[in-house]
């Protein structure tokens, strides 16, 4: 005989399950509409989403009063790189969870540039051990691609990784696939999602040879040549390649951190449940521009470069026109004496999920996005690309992955080290105004992150997809 359950603990757990809380009197932006009214939770799911003035269904336990903030779908965030395994000393799934939900953001999926590299069954099952152990936010991640084993993509779970990563260009790691029977073998041997970094690794050696010559005699080459060296012609020959490929296959494609205006050729502006090829813009190409390295140096250097201010304008026009489908971060730590260099020696890759959403929503100011354009590029098109389920949206059903943001009235703050969650300790965002904070996070309805403190004893769930 099992042994008996006492009854008040049965209650205490019922209760417990059924408690309901309610976000009042919010401006929810979801779906291109912004609207006020308020949002019950319930079991770690939205109850119910009801317009100013609607009846709320049964009374609630808890009551949030969002009157002076604006309430949105949780961040998914695609393109994160959490460094677990192996590269902890710089960061780990724990620090870099809790700055994601600081940032607003509930869904992440990691990149398989680990150690050891996320490219074997075995490894990719570790991965999930590792982030179901110390994920404060939902996650999933990707299986990488090599030159030699796309014979395991017929094993994977569909329901369970959110897709393949291939480099079709060298970075932080050594992935590269540059051989193009292995390529025609990766685009024809899976109806996942290939999600692809381009850049053409042959026009990045000979410029890199270029600048070595007319640098003779220093140990590194200045890091305002990094755009010159992992240039516009680099990246436009690998994308070109990427949905030449994927066209001739059927593939399902999405070109990651597209860093060029000349890129934007290759995409269309149809409605994304006409498409096929995808594109992805990441935040710093968005924020900052060539110029920029004068003031802020490696810190700001990434793969592919920041380029010019033309690029920058053209993606962000790109992100509003339809061209370019979601926004991402391409969250990369690295300790500050990792960054130390020119445009060889300084590692690629910046920290920047913890202020990822809150820049964009400075950019409204600017009158750069709508907050509608924002939740649209980080919250809804991630969900309906990668076929997430029940979660994007604020819709009655779905998990209840949610973020508040506030607003400055007649205020503003100023990021400093000392903000900074991410194990790395700094961020290139530091001494930036903001006229917006995130106030609370929810992740499957529980409050991840108030007012400045993590719960870091939550653990996220993980990911599912639709075949």
């Known amino acids: 005989m099992g042994q008996l359950v006492p009854l008040s603990f049965i209650h205490y757990q019922l209760s417990k399950k059924m408690k309901r809380t309610l976000i009042r009197n919010a401006k929810i932006v979801n779906e291109g509409r912004i609207f006020r009214g308020s949002v019950v939770i319930e079991n770690g799911r939205i109850a119910q989403v009801a317009p100013h003035r609607t009846a709320i269904s049964a009374p609630c336990d808890e009551i949030i009063d969002a009157s002076e903030c604006y309430l949105l ?46 490219t074997t069954l075995d490894a990719l099952n570790a991965k999930f051990d590792l982030l ?47 051989k193009m029977n292995s390529l025609l073998n990766i685009f024809h041997g899976t109806d996942m999602l290939i999600a692809a970094h381009c850049e053409d690794q042959q026009t990045i050696k000979d410029n890199i040879a270029r600048y070595k010559k007319m640098f003779a005699g220093e140990d590194d080459i200045p890091i305002s040549k990094h755009p010159r060296i992992r240039s516009s012609v680099a990246c436009f020959a690998s994308s070109e390649l990427a949905v030449r490929l994927a066209k001739l296959a059927d593939a399902r494609l999405h070109i990651l951190h597209v860093s060029t205006a000349k890129e934007l050729q290759l995409f269309d502006d149809f409605p994304l449940s006409d498409k096929r090829i995808t594109a992805e813009v990441c935040i710093p190409h968005l924020l900052f521009t060539m110029s920029d390295y004068l003031k802020f140096g490696a810190r700001i250097k990434c793969n592919p470069a920041i380029k010019s201010a033309t690029d920058r304008d053209a993606l962000r026009n790109a992100v509003n026109s339809g061209l370019i489908d979601t926004i991402a971060t391409d969250h990369a730590p690295h300790l500050l004496s990792e ?88 961020s290139p965002l530091e001494d930036f105004a903001f006229n917006w904070k995130v106030e609370k ?27």
Request: overall charge negative; some cysteine.
């Open 441 to 467: 996070t929810f992740a499957n309805g529980h409050l991840i992150y108030s007012d400045g403190v993590v719960d870091e004893s939550y653990r996220g769930e993980e990911l599912r997809f639709n075949d």
């Open 339 to 426: 960054k130390v260099g020119g445009a060889l020696k300084a590692m690629s890759g910046m920290p920047m999920i913890q202020f990822g959403l809150i820049s964009m929503l400075e950019l409204m100011g600017d009158k750069v996005f709508k907050i509608e354009t924002i939740v649209e590029k980080m919250c809804h098109a991630p969900a309906q690309i990668y076929r997430i389920k029940e979660r994007g949206y604020i819709r009655e059903g779905y998990h209840a992955d949610l973020v508040l943001v506030r607003p400055a009235d007649d205020w503003e703050w100023v990021v400093t080290a000392d903000d900074v969650l991410s194990k790395c300790g700094w």
């Open 73 to 118: 779908p949780g961040i998914i965030d695609e393109h994160v790189h959490f460094r677990d395994p192996g590269l902890t000393a710089k960061a780990d799934i724990l620090t870099e969870s809790r700055a994601a939900a600081a940032g607003g953001v509930t869904s992440i999926m990691d990149m398989p540039n680990t150690n050891p590299q996320t």
């Open 132 to 178: 179901n152990e110390k994920c404060i936010v939902n996650h999933s991640c990707y299986f990488g691609a090599t030159n030699t084993n796309y014979n395991e993509f017929s094993k994977l779970d569909k329901q369970r990784v959110c897709g393949i990563k291939l480099f079709m260009g060298s970075s932080t790691g050594d992935m590269l696939v540059d």
